[in-house]
């Protein structure tokens, strides 16, 4: 009987408190904002999965989960606002002390919003662009609000490929140093490469020759090229540039150099200067000897000799020495 009694007892107290919990406005309104964050994240989710089997473009696919993103997380913050309105407006005085003190402290994560609001809106870059960040050079592959991930190039790997190494950097920098595009508005870069002759080449020969290699490899940037430009002439205040190759020539007390300029789509920067190297050696080697590459030359003088002869001298100069 007294189990009996206190089994119940135990159970009208757990009522109560279970009512207690139910009458309490704090908790219902913590339920209701859990809820609310559930769903419209599940609404989100199931944006994306819906986005991703109809849009098969990559960037247009990505730019809709972000925006998708984006869009909840707002919605969440209003639902919230509208169901903590009577506590937020009690603690207005609180939360803006609060507020000034989490400012100071977090003041980088608010610049690297700020830089993330920056970059999506004054057209800094964007996914898929080329750049140099921080130091760091590579491929954007995703913005987020708080830091920019990118695939890196060079550092170890020569010329523009991969490393393999994936890179996230603060979205703050763009405030502190230079943003370096290689394929916004202009998705070309010029490239150079030196060709040293020997004295004694036909240096007219080689211009020519160098010139039909050069637009034979590199023709197709050059008109797409041109009317890029022409985009960026209408954008901003700058004059127009020298599209086509060029081959000018130098000499010194060496050989006889040339430059040979050229645009190229900064994706193919190196295979296409692989592509221009093979071509001048080709037509180097169908010259029949007129036209050769020169190469730095080094005499090495062997000491020992004149080491020898030193020592002859001093041995000469101590006999004279001692005979005296």
């Known amino acids: 009987m007294d189990e009996t009694n206190e089994l119940t007892k135990q159970v009208k107290e757990a009522q109560e408190v279970?009512?207690?919990?139910?009458?309490?406005?704090?908790i219902i309104q913590l339920l209701i904002g859990a809820a609310v964050f559930i769903v419209i994240r599940l609404l989100v989710f199931l944006a994306n999965r819906y986005v991703?089997?109809?849009?098969?473009?990559?960037?247009?696919?990505?730019?809709v989960h972000k925006v998708n993103a984006v869009v909840g997380y707002v919605v969440i913050l209003f639902f919230l606002g509208i169901v903590f309105k009577d506590r937020l407006a009690g603690l207005s005085l609180t939360l803006g002390v609060i507020g000034a003190g989490v400012a100071f402290a977090l003041q980088e994560v608010i610049a690297s919003f700020a830089g993330y609001v920056a970059i999506n809106f004054a057209g800094f870059f964007t996914?898929?662009?080329r750049i140099q960040l921080g130091g760091i050079k590579g491929d954007v592959i995703d913005i987020?609000?708080?830091r920019t991930t990118l695939m890196e190039i060079r550092e170890w790997v020569s010329s523009d490929l991969y490393t393999g190494r994936i890179v996230r950097i603060a979205n703050s920098f763009v405030f502190k140093e230079p943003v370096f595009n290689y394929s916004g508005d202009f998705p070309f870069l010029w490239d150079e490469?030196?060709?040293?002759?020997?004295?004694?080449?036909?240096?007219?020969?080689?211009k020519e020759v160098f010139e039909n290699a050069i637009r034979e490899v590199v023709g197709d940037f050059t008109e797409f090229a041109k009317k890029s430009w022409m985009g960026i002439v209408k954008k901003y205040y700058v004059e127009t540039a020298m599209i086509e190759p060029m081959v000018t020539l130098v000499f010194n007390d060496n050989w006889i150099e040339f430059t040979i300029r050229y645009i190229v789509d900064y994706k193919v920067r190196r295979l296409v200067k692989h592509q221009v190297y093979w071509r001048i050696l080709?037509?180097?080697?169908?010259?029949?000897?007129?036209l050769n590459i020169a190469s730095?030359?080094?005499q090495l003088v062997d000491p020992q000799p004149h080491r020898g002869a030193v020592k002859r001298g001093r041995r000469e100069e101590e006999l004279r020495g001692e005979s005296v």
Do not use: C, M
Request: charged share 25%; net charge positive; hydrophobic share 30%.
């Open 18 to 26: 279970f009512q207690q919990w139910w009458s309490d406005p704090l």
């Open 52 to 63: 991703g089997r109809r849009i098969k473009d990559n960037q247009i696919r990505y730019r």
């Open 127 to 129: 996914v898929g662009h």
């Open 144 to 146: 987020g609000l708080l």
């Open 193 to 206: 490469i030196i060709v040293p002759l020997k004295y004694g080449s036909d240096y007219r020969l080689a």
């Open 282 to 290: 080709e037509e180097i080697d169908n010259s029949g000897g007129r």
């Open 296 to 298: 730095t030359t080094l």
